[in-house]
């Protein structure tokens, strides 16, 4: 079953899960946790001023924001997750950095990979069955066979990667006012 009919997701994203289909595990890795991280830069900015020079020089290369950790710690200090959804995104940045740097062929289903994806809270919090009742979840994701997506640890990882660009893009599409530098408020997912 494609991605895109496993997990509902909105039109813009369907492309992405198309290429992760087609993706070896260490591609999946580190697509989705790239995904993720861009995503997460994204959000960031949204809460500084608007200087690109600056910018550039802090998100890439040496600068103080220019890794995957360091900007999953910025995030967390500017609250815009639970202490749950930080590790989570440390449990994909360790999975991502081991497709990166592993010599070996990389699966999910070497017994590290598969415990530290069976470590993510999100599938558990925040996926539900289409027709399933949410309680009130407004960041719930509805998803075919949610058993098998539990229990697989690709499948986990790749949902939750889903799931978390998802939110974190639609916080940079709607440009909340809260989010914005002179108006910090909380979205805690």
Known sequence: MKLSERFYMPD??????????????RATALIAGAIVDDALSAIIKLRLIDEPKIMKEF???????????????MARLMNFYSDETYSDLNI???IRNDAAHATKPFSFADPANASRSMCLKIPNKHFFELGEATADDVAAMFVKDID?????????????AIFLSWQFSGWVDQKPEHLRPQGIKTCAI
Do not use: C, H, V, W
């Open 12 to 25: 813009r994203m369907k492309p992405m899960a198309d290429e992760l289909d087609a993706a070896s595990e």
């Open 59 to 73: 998100f890439e290369g040496q600068g103080g924001l220019a890794t995957f950790s360091s900007r999953i710690a």
């Open 148 to 160: 098998e997506i539990k229990k697989n640890p690709l499948l986990r990882y790749i949902g939750t």
């Open 92 to 94: 994909m940045r360790k």
